[in-house]
């Protein structure tokens, strides 16, 4: 490939940035104190921020600031000036995920490259096409997508693509999670997930080999690096800013050998296992998993613990009562015998699984009744201490290994010369010495003497000393790997003159290289005429049926508009019948296949939709293409948080918007100037999570033919007894949690004064008779306006309800 393949290192830290760069990465990824996913990193203030942009060009390294969390309309011009001041100091690219932010970046940072975020949910050839019109230079694709997929998507765009090679996963599509958001409130589209899918579950009726239903692996891709090179992917990110610097080290110097092997040298690729097993014992849960890249992995899931298992170190063994008795000093500090796999070593961190967890820092080994400091694979010894005995048998994990940690810890606290530079010394009689020194990105510095060489009365400085001086770069980022010396071989200058034109030569460099920054024009492009089409500002109920509609009495339901997907045709024909608002509703997660069946069903409707709902960029793009004419409304699955992010996406003419779920009143009084009618959630099952995964695959008996199995529907249940039904879709292969509580709103006054219009109920397994009891109901209070309604919704009594985020938002 002609273009430059670029290693992406996570920064959560300056420590783990110095890491990273010392350790061979060509880019790395940081946050702010505030609006990146991951917040509660150390992250960057402005002025470790500007320090490490200038550091990091001086090394040609580039740096992305991450502004990737939805931000609200009263946080837009905080988040403005931060992007300023990132722009203005040098940062090669931000990467976003609220849509709001796209023109404001483009004012703010003209020819700044603007990256989508994962969170951003791009995962076909037209939300690609969709991003790269509304003006973003780079695409971190989904995690979910396949070799073949990415590598036709790259193919048929053009995209300058970047994916994740390796670290943890998300087990829900990125920016599709609620699941933190509305069981606790700290929600992960603003940088605060409290990770709910690494906590224990249990299928209700199905056994299952483990309790970790939600929890994945980590990613690792050494073995496919070839393939994912050969898709035409620009940039391999590194997860992990949450982690620590040895950590991003670690990951970094090992994909750092095996990328420049896979460029170099793809016939004699092989990846050896003691660098796979340092990967593990840097952080691993239960060895790695490829994910989606090669087809979806059957070992996707850390089942059976959620945390950092390292590597396997050895088994719990029973050592003669008498010997391991006499070195018991009380039950706090039990000594364990264990026969090893691994070395280990006093200072390495030990875990036993026996039933429950039991850990600590070795801080005292015996061998043969000898006290050791140190004992190889296939020893026996006794290790401690440990707060009690263990089961014989039980598994026992090196959680933490302390040689290779000193090891790694000196990427981050030593400067590492990473910048190679050529040099040129000139040395006559007569003349002033004078020094060139040039960089690879062909910047050149040229520092004269002050004064004139003199003829040596004794003995001469030599080339080999002037090369040796300006060798000694210290604590530079510099090294040379080339010196030409020119000289008479009869002048002499001190060599603190010699020394002295070395560091002037290297400070003006690193000035030259500080500055230098690539802008890039991205040309505008509006595809679409005109703000809005068909707008209709009365207020109306909707319906969103997320199961093929039950028989419904002619005349029984007073909502306005249906949302039904446009399989389920016999529906929908009694529907238009009845003179109700067809929108034939689109999947927001569909592959380029699924998309394409998904547009022929609409263009096979007997009848032509009333409209169309879509929860994606690419849906909206491939929606406004192929049916120009049919309104469109937006689902709260796009994330629309603020006015700038409806007033970019007006150029695709929706009709109505569903922002997002996680805004409250307040906010929705915020946008309340916007033109296009807004809908809001007030009754059903929410979607929390969209998987490429059916929990009830961990049964043992999963033969991986989604529609076969019965299991297909079921309910997750987590440690305080809350149940989450989840629905496999066997056609699309992907499974939807949906939340523990109902959204019930009784007081609608909070949607007064606000742009919201319609008000949708979602239905999933109600009766025919409960349906129509909750439109009529909403009915009355909202288009009807009446203060009060009868509510026969005594199914409801015994059920867990929620207000959602309306009153109380979301951190």
Not at 369 to 393: C, E, I, Q, Y
Not at 631 to 647: K, S
Not at 790 to 811: A, C, I, M, P, Q
């Amino acid at each position: 490939m002609d273009e430059k393949i670029e290693l992406l290192a996570p920064a959560g830290s300056p420590e783990a940035y110095k890491a990273a760069v010392a350790a061979g990465a060509d880019a790395v990824y940081l946050g702010a104190k505030a609006f990146n996913a991951r917040i509660n990193a150390n992250n960057f203030d402005n002025q470790t921020l500007s320090a490490v942009i200038k550091d990091a060009h001086v090394r040609g390294v580039k740096v992305y600031l991450t502004l990737n969390t939805l931000i609200s309309d009263r946080e837009l011009e905080e988040a403005r000036k931060l992007a300023s001041f990132a722009y203005n100091e040098g940062i090669d690219g931000i990467i976003v995920q609220d849509l709001g932010l796209i023109n404001i970046l483009r004012e703010t940072a003209p020819g700044l490259p603007i990256h989508a975020s994962t969170q951003m949910t791009i995962h076909n050839t037209d939300g690609v096409r969709a991003a790269q019109a509304l003006g973003i230079s780079r695409v971190v694709l989904a995690r979910e997508l396949s070799l073949a997929e990415i590598k036709e998507i790259v193919k048929k765009t053009g995209i300058e693509a970047e994916i994740f090679v390796h670290g943890a996963l998300c087990i829900c599509r990125s920016g599709q999670c609620l699941l933190s958001s509305f069981i606790g409130g700290r929600s992960g589209n603003r940088g605060r997930c409290a990770q709910p899918c690494r906590l224990p579950y249990r299928i209700e009726g199905l056994p299952t080999s483990g309790n970790y239903l939600l929890s994945p692996k980590d990613l690792m891709t050494l073995e496919l690096l070839p393939d994912i090179i050969d898709t035409g992917v620009r940039a391999l990110k590194i997860e992990g800013r949450m982690k620590s610097a040895e950590y991003v080290a670690a990951t970094v110097m090992i994909y750092r050998k095996y990328v420049d092997l896979a460029l170099s040298d793809r016939e004699s690729y092989k990846v050896e296992p003691e660098d796979i097993r340092l990967l593990e014992q840097v952080f691993s849960r239960g060895g790695f998993t490829t994910g989606y890249l090669d087809g979806k992995d059957k070992k996707l899931i850390s089942i059976e613990h959620p945390k950092h298992w390292g590597v396997r170190a050895g088994t719990v063994v029973r050592l003669k009562g008498e010997v391991k008795k006499s070195f018991y000093t009380d039950r706090e500090n039990t000594l364990v015998g264990v026969k090893l796999d691994e070395e280990v070593n006093i200072g390495d961190g030990i875990e036993i699984w026996d039933g429950g967890i039991l850990s600590t820092v070795v801080s005292v080994m015996l061998r043969d009744g000898k006290h050791v400091k140190s004992a190889l694979p296939g020893s026996t010894v006794l290790l401690g201490n440990f707060r009690r005995d263990a089961r014989p048998g039980s598994p026992v994990y090196k959680t933490s290994d302390r040689k290779l940690m000193e090891f790694l810890s000196g990427f981050a606290s030593k400067n590492v010369p990473t910048v190679p530079v050529k040099g040129e010394f000139r040395l006559f009689k007569g003349e002033k010495p004078l020094l060139v020194v040039t960089d690879y990105s062909q910047n050149t510095v040229s520092i004269e003497g002050n004064e004139p060489c003199q003829e040596a009365l004794k003995k001469p400085l030599t080339g080999d000393r002037i090369c040796e001086q300006l060798k000694k770069t210290g604590d530079t980022p510099y090294y040379f790997d080339d010196v030409r010396v020119l000289t008479d071989n009869k002048s002499f200058i001190p060599v603190s003159v010699v020394n002295e034109m070395r560091r002037k030569a290297l400070t003006e460099l690193s000035k030259k290289r500080e500055s230098m920054t690539e802008r890039r024009f991205i040309p505008e492009n509006t595809y679409f005429p005109g703000n809005a089409m068909y707008l209709s500002y009365e207020r109306k109920i909707s319906l969103m049926f997320y199961k093929t509609p039950p028989e419904l009495p002619p005349g029984s339901i007073t909502a306005d508009r249906v949302y039904i997907r446009p399989e389920h045709t016999d529906a929908i024909e009694r529907f238009q019948n009845e003179g109700i608002e067809v929108y034939a509703a689109i999947p927001a997660v569909l592959t380029d296949r699924q998309m394409d069946m998904y547009m022929k069903r609409i263009h096979l409707m007997k009848k032509r939709p009333d409209g169309i709902l879509v929860g994606n960029l690419g849906a909206l793009h491939r929606v406004r293409e192929e049916f120009p004419d049919i309104p469109v409304v937006l689902d709260y699955t796009m994330n629309i948080f603020n006015l700038p992010a409806i007033a970019l996406i007006s150029r695709y003419r929706p009709s109505g918007i569903m922002p997002s779920l996680e805004l409250n009143f307040e906010a929705l009084r915020d946008m309340e100037s916007c033109d296009i009618p807004m809908e809001a959630y007030v009754y059903g099952s929410i979607p929390v999570m969209t998987l490429e995964y059916c929990p009830a695959s961990n049964n043992g008996d999963c033969g991986q033919k989604c529609g076969v199995c019965g299991n297909k529907q079921g309910y997750l249940t987590d440690h305080t007894g809350r149940r989450f039904m989840y629905i496999t879709d066997p056609e699309l292969g992907r499974t939807t949690v949906y939340n523990s509580s109902i959204m019930m709103m009784d007081d609608l006054t909070g949607f007064e004064n606000t742009g919201v219009k319609i008000l949708r109920i979602g239905i999933m397994d109600e009766r025919p008779d409960e349906i129509t009891n909750i439109c009529n109901y909403y009915r009355e209070l909202w288009v009807n306006r009446k203060t009060k309604a009868s509510r026969d919704l005594l199914f409801l009594k015994n059920k867990s309800l929620t207000h959602g985020h309306y009153y109380r938002g979301v951190e």
